[in-house]
Nanobody, 126 residues
């Protein structure tokens, strides 16, 4: 049973930075690609970023490209999302997720991820 626990959310002002962390347990973390998704009030959950299981490839939604950076530390079983130049429209609950198949390229489709954290709230004030 995989457990994913996010942390690092909070209330910040527009232009600030924040780093989210997601600690994983219960699986061989290094075998799995990881993703971050977010859900704003009244909206569907959407893709933010993903990182290949090797750490060698990273993918971003257009809305965060150049501002957010996903990374992983396989020794710590942790994936990070460094968020900079935050905007009010980045306000959402952020979820990390583990890809359903080990050793494979991640996608932007949430259905392809089968383990999810509980989410952490990020609120950006203007």
């Amino acid at each position: 049973q995989v457990q994913l626990v996010e942390s690092g959310g909070g209330l910040v002002q527009a232009g600030d930075s924040l780093r989210l962390s997601c600690a994983a347990s219960g699986h061989t973390f290094s075998w799995y690609s990881m993703g971050w998704f977010r859900q704003a009030p009244g909206k569907e959950r959407g893709f933010v970023a993903a990182i290949h299981w090797s750490g060698g490839r990273r993918y971003y939604a257009d809305s965060v490209k150049g501002r957010f950076t996903i990374s992983r530390d396989n020794a710590k079983n942790t994936v990070y999302l460094q968020m900079s130049s935050l905007k009010p429209e980045d306000t959402a609950v952020y979820y990390c997720a583990m890809y359903g198949s080990r050793g494979t390229e991640p996608t932007q489709e949430s259905d392809a991820y089968d383990s999810w954290g509980q989410g952490t709230q990020v609120t950006v004030s203007s």
